[in-house]
């Protein structure tokens, strides 16, 4: 079992920065591929970006890629998410997620969410 709790979520103007932070409870966290979704009102959760359970490979989708960074701490068994140039189609729920059989754009492939932290970006 793994517990998820989001952090670091705000307003922000169009063009500034956030960090968020996912941090797990367990001695497995290592094992877990980590991801980010996220979900507006009225719209499907999608896929924002994800990271190998080494954090040697990444993927980002293609709305986020060059403005976001994900990354990972396994010692402190926490999951980042640095957002610059923020837009404010970034508007949303962000979640983080954790998945055992390793990175996927697929909300289906993992098995253990938080609660999720609300980013909101004025224009």
């Known amino acids: 079992q793994v517990q998820l709790v989001e952090s670091g979520g705000g307003l922000v103007q169009a063009g500034g920065s956030l960090r968020l932070s996912c941090a797990a409870s367990g001695r497995t966290f290592s094992t877990y591929a980590m991801g980010w979704f996220r979900q507006a009102p009225g719209k499907e959760r999608e896929f924002v970006t994800t990271?190998?359970?080494?954090?040697?490979?990444?993927y980002y989708a293609d709305s986020v890629k060059g403005r976001f960074t994900i990354s990972r701490d396994n010692a402190k068994i926490t999951v980042y998410l640095q957002m610059n140039s923020l837009k404010p189609e970034d508007t949303a729920v962000y979640y983080c997620?954790?998945?055992?059989?390793?990175?996927?754009?697929?909300?289906?492939?993992?098995?253990?969410w938080g609660q999720g932290t609300q980013v909101t970006v004025s224009s």
């Open positions: 997620a954790a998945g055992r059989r390793g990175v996927s754009t697929s909300a289906r492939e993992y098995e253990y």
């Open positions: 990271i190998s359970r080494s954090g040697g490979s990444t």
